[in-house]
């Protein structure tokens, strides 16, 4: 069987493609929906192509359906992080930028790396992450008008418009919280047993359950605590010259919505979670404050989170005071 590496440079209405064997390549263009999703198809058919790992970036909604196109095919496919590509790219001293180019790329970074396998999330799984977002998004709008309203004096007709809004946002988003609990409610099994385990974590109260149950692939997919924080951009930096050697923030090379539903649990631990009080009195007494201190007990948190859903066992504080910590 001849191996195969797509490299796919994703947008909205179209995306470019890259097809690499071990002696030569192709280029194509194809319409980002089901008509282009079975051109490629076609297209892969033509050249032959039976063991095929195909990556492509992880940008948004953009990229979801197909990649559940070539995972439905048989094939092999990963969803890599943008920033990993543009790093590979610099380390490759590639200078020029267009969406053929960047499908080369990705498809050489494929081909030499052998990144991850994606899984695709069940039906219940796809339909609670888009719950989610969208509710995410509902907050982040009204939290724009909140913020409209407070920042300056307005006319009577403009200060109402703004306190309409509010309210809307307001009840479309207790109606949306609502839904999203009977969703994970119908799903007892699956959804519902989880988000017991997560809320058995001082800190993690129901939406934010909800949101991480959301964004979190599969757990079993991970075997390490640190695995688990790479894929959320949580690993601390390690910066070393000569003699000098500390630690530097975080590399972000991960889930940026991962990390934005961690962090106001994490601040809500600090204060009700033995473990993450304990954690910050230590970061405290080393210097270690601000944002410092909060990724690093955003990482703690979620390695918690890692603990309970791949032992299937709820949060016991004596238990894992009793592991070492790995902050």
């Excluded at 943008?82 to 960047?102: F, S, V």
């Excluded at 990724?295 to 979620?302: E, F, N």
Aim: hydrophobic share 35%.
């Amino acid at each position: 069987m001849n191996q195969f590496w797509l490299g796919i440079d994703i947008a909205r209405d179209k995306f470019d493609v890259y097809l690499l064997n071990e002696s030569e390549g192709w280029s194509g263009l194809f319409t980002n929906d089901a008509q282009g999703f079975k051109q490629l198809q076609k297209w892969l058919q033509k050249r032959k192509v039976t063991g095929l790992h195909a990556c492509l970036e992880a940008t948004g909604t953009y990229g979801e359906e197909l990649a559940y196109f070539l995972h439905g095919q048989g094939y092999r496919v990963s969803v890599v992080n943008p920033k990993i590509i543009n790093h590979y790219g610099h380390a490759k001293m590639q200078r020029n930028k267009t969406d053929k180019l960047d499908a080369k790329l990705i498809a050489q970074y494929c081909h030499k790396e052998t990144p991850r396998a994606w899984e695709p999330p069940t039906a219940a799984e796809r339909t609670l992450k888009a719950l989610t977002r969208r509710l995410e998004a509902l907050v982040t709008d009204r939290t724009r008008e909140k913020n409209r309203l407070s920042s300056a004096v307005h006319p009577e007709a403009v200060r109402k418009s703004i306190e309409d809004a509010i309210a809307f946002y307001t009840e479309q988003i207790e109606k949306l919280e609502k839904q999203i609990q009977d969703h994970i409610d119908q799903n007892p099994e699956d959804l519902g047993h989880k988000q017991e385990l997560l809320m058995s974590i001082p800190g993690i109260g129901q939406r934010s359950s909800a949101a991480l149950l959301g964004e979190l692939p599969d757990i079993q997919l991970f075997q390490s605590n640190k695995q688990i924080t790479a894929f959320a951009g949580l690993t601390p930096k390690q910066l070393q010259s000569g003699k000098s050697s500390r630690t530097g923030g975080i590399y972000k090379l991960g889930s940026r919505r991962l990390r934005t539903t961690l962090y106001f649990p994490a601040l809500t631990g600090m204060r009700h979670n033995p473990i993450l009080r304990q954690m910050a009195e230590r970061l405290a007494e080393r210097g270690i404050t601000g944002m410092s201190a909060v990724a690093a007990l955003m990482r703690k948190l979620l390695q918690l989170v890692y603990g309970v859903l791949k032992s299937q066992r709820p949060f016991d504080a004596n238990y894992v005071a009793n592991i070492q910590d790995t902050a």
